[in-house]
């Protein structure tokens, strides 16, 4: 079975809000919702719980993307990491270096690695516009 999904970037303006939105998308019906994290983004991914519950392939149009590369860009990416710092166990030499590559224009920003998580699951095909 193929389900068509769509995310509206419309809605989202930093990371909080898009997790809002892959709640809204993906865990309509379900009890619970995911944690603003990408590991839980990856594993919901995988599949076996909320929309993709049962679901061989997926679609998801993502509207308004470039709205939320902006929102989940550079800035949004250094304060990500920024908070990494505060927590010790997290590798505070990774975030320091991360920190420093986006600084100088470079890395990956959090959109960057939203799109590769859904790269990783070919069963999902993601359309961006």
Do not use: C
């Given at each position: 079975?193929?389900?068509s999904?769509?995310?509206?970037?419309?809605?989202?303006?930093?990371?909080?809000?898009?997790?809002?939105?892959?709640?809204?998308?993906?865990?309509a019906?379900?009890?619970?919702?995911?944690?603003?994290s990408?590991?839980?983004?990856?594993?919901l991914?995988?599949g076996?719980?909320?929309?993709?519950h049962?679901?061989d392939?997926a679609?998801?149009?993502?509207?308004?993307?470039?709205?939320s590369?902006?929102?989940?860009?550079?800035?949004?990416?250094?304060?990500?990491?920024?908070?990494?710092?505060?927590?010790?166990?997290?590798d505070?030499?990774?975030?320091r270096?991360?920190?420093?590559?986006?600084?100088?224009?470079?890395?990956?920003?959090?959109?960057?690695?939203?799109?590769?998580?859904?790269?990783?699951h070919?069963?999902?095909?993601?359309?961006?516009?």
């Amino acid at each position: 079975m193929t389900v068509s999904l769509q995310l509206d970037g419309g809605r989202i303006t930093g990371i909080e809000s898009f997790y809002d939105e892959v709640n809204r998308v993906f865990m309509a019906g379900e009890t619970w919702t995911l944690a603003a994290s990408l590991d839980a983004l990856d594993d919901l991914l995988r599949g076996g719980y909320g929309t993709l519950h049962g679901v061989d392939t997926a679609r998801l149009g993502w509207t308004d993307s470039e709205s939320s590369r902006r929102a989940l860009g550079r800035e949004a990416t250094i304060a990500y990491y920024a908070a990494k710092l505060d927590n010790p166990a997290y590798d505070g030499a990774r975030a320091r270096s991360a920190i420093a590559e986006l600084e100088a224009g470079r890395g990956q920003t959090y959109a960057d690695i939203v799109i590769e998580i859904f790269a990783g699951h070919p069963a999902i095909e993601l359309v961006l516009s």
